[in-house]
């Protein structure tokens, strides 16, 4: 079983850093592992396999010092390679003049387009607060109106926020801090509580009288 479970994770990362990365998969190690099923096939048996071994974790006790290097190594790749694809609406898109934020450290940003406007909120998780009041600053922007730079708290370049330890939060709006117990990185692996974050976001922005055009495919949550 063990062994089962490492090769099909192993098929699979390979795939995923051979198709993003063009890895030379030509030893004899790799040459047999290249896979002719589906995509959506080789996803499910992938996240079958994961959730396997994180709720079965004793199984990794009989894998050798060579299996766990070698599994945790293309691990590491793949969500890299995951990471900068999820990451990817956050470092390209409308307006193209506007500059990519940075997110706060312990923090997060999240960001949409409306009417080729870039709108983004900073965020702190749980323990954390903004240095500067921001409950009236709730997001900032970048647009043609902005002469596509960001008017932040902070002089040039594109710092929104800084989020500093704090055992209460009182800076900010109370949505501009991620739940308990769920911070940034919790967030973004999970696609339900990320769109819950950006819902949230738009429905905001709605209410602050910005509506029109939004092109979800420039949402996003970049954490710091």
């Known amino acids: 079983m063990a062994r089962k479970v490492i090769s099909g994770v192993l098929l699979f990362c390979l795939l ?28 499910n048996r992938l996240f079958t396999d994961l959730k396997n071994i994180r709720e079965s974790p004793e199984e990794i006790q009989a894998w050798s010092r060579e299996n766990i290097a070698s599994l945790r190594g293309l691990l590491q790749k793949v969500t890299n390679l995951l990471k900068a694809e999820q990451q990817k609406s956050c470092k390209e898109f409308v307006p193209e003049n506007c500059t990519a934020p940075l997110p706060p450290t312990s923090g997060g940003l999240v960001c949409v387009t409306i009417n080729d406007v870039r709108y983004c909120k900073p965020m702190c998780n749980q ?50 801090y991620f739940p308990k117990e769920q911070d940034c990185e919790e967030t973004v692996q999970d696609y339900s509580l990320e769109k819950q974050q950006i819902d949230r976001f738009v429905k905001e922005l709605k209410e602050d009288g910005i509506t029109g055009e939004h092109n979800e495919v420039n949402d996003c949550l970049l954490c710091g």
Do not use: M
């Not at 995923?16 to 996803?43: C, E, G, M, V």
């Open 127 to 176: 323990g954390y607060d903004f240095n500067f009041l921001r409950r009236s600053r709730l997001y900032e922007q970048c647009g043609d109106h902005t002469s596509y730079k960001w008017f932040t708290q902070f002089i040039g370049g594109s710092k929104l926020a800084v989020c500093f330890e704090s055992r209460i939060p009182v800076s900010g709006a109370p949505s501009a």
């Open 16 to 43: 995923i850093i051979d198709t993003n990365t063009q890895a030379d998969l030509s030893s004899t190690d790799a040459s047999h592992l290249t896979p002719s099923l589906p995509y959506d096939k080789l996803y």
